[in-house]
């Protein structure tokens, strides 16, 4: 009677239940399963959370260091989202405290109508930073992007790293696997959905950081060394 009031579709759902579902013992294997699963994926989070936080401070308690490195976070109307505009703000009260001499703005600019760099470069400039120590990277296509060729190709050994606090022990950990010695300011901001989707997307995200860290591969462009950082901190040891 009861297969019957389920009609044809609730029969074929009950048919296509996994194998074993029907038995306690075949259950208690798939939630087991399920639970590994899930441990799994949550690994490289607990991973960057444990070996990382103590890194991240704020703008008044992280240590000085010669470089900031703010890494981009999407354009509105070709400036700055909300969310890199407060990346960038954290960047600035850092420089105006002297407790960093250049700044490295690392983003995307993969097409002629899409240049985060100098978006970036434009508001730090426009707010009183002088342009030679704004400089651009414009293949920061991903976080690893950003922090390998902050070293490699702009010769940073020792930065401090600004995002929001859900992005910010990820960079911390490939900038450290790049080769760059570092502390994080991790930027608050209200918990909206767009915080929300940053935290459930460093699940993923956590995943390939834990691979990069282990493969350590070259970035999608490498090219030529830059010297702006090398010019910028020049300029800073003249006054």
């Known amino acids: ?11 074929w759902l009950l048919k296509r239940r996994p194998p074993g579902w029907g038995s306690r013992r075949g259950q208690r ?21 444990v070996t990382q936080s103590h890194k991240i401070g704020t703008v008044q308690s992280v240590p000085a260091s010669p470089v900031a490195i ?56 426009e707010r009183g930073v002088p342009e030679i120590r704004v400089v651009g990277d414009y293949a920061g296509f991903d976080t690893w992007d950003s922090c390998t060729r902050a070293h490699r190709i702009f010769g940073v050994d020792k930065a401090v790293l600004i995002s929001q606090t859900f992005h910010v022990r990820r960079a911390l950990a490939l900038c450290r696997a790049a080769g760059i010695e570092s502390s994080g300011v991790g930027v608050e901001e209200w918990h909206d959905t767009t915080w929300h989707y940053g935290e459930v997307r460093e699940i993923g995200s956590a995943a390939k950081a834990f691979l990069n860290v282990l ?3 070259d970035p999608t462009l490498l090219g030529r060394h830059e010297d702006g950082v090398e010019r910028a901190l020049a300029d800073a040891a003249r006054g």
């Not at 294997?29 to 959370?49: E, I």
């Not at 009260?93 to 983003?107: D, F, H, M, P, S």
């Open 1 to 11: 009677m009861i297969m019957q009031g389920l009609g044809r579709r609730g029969r």
């Open 29 to 49: 294997r798939w939630f087991q399963a399920l639970l590994a699963c899930s441990v799994l994926a949550l690994t490289p989070n607990a991973w960057l959370f």
């Open 70 to 125: 703010v890494f981009g976070a999407g354009l509105m109307n070709g400036k700055p989202s909300p969310y890199l505009a407060h990346r960038l703000d954290a960047a600035l009260e850092l420089y105006r405290a002297n407790k960093v001499q250049a700044i490295l703005v690392t983003g995307d600019n993969g097409t002629v109508e899409y240049d985060e760099t100098d978006a970036m470069r434009t508001y730090l400039i």
């Open 215 to 217: 493969v350590r591969p």
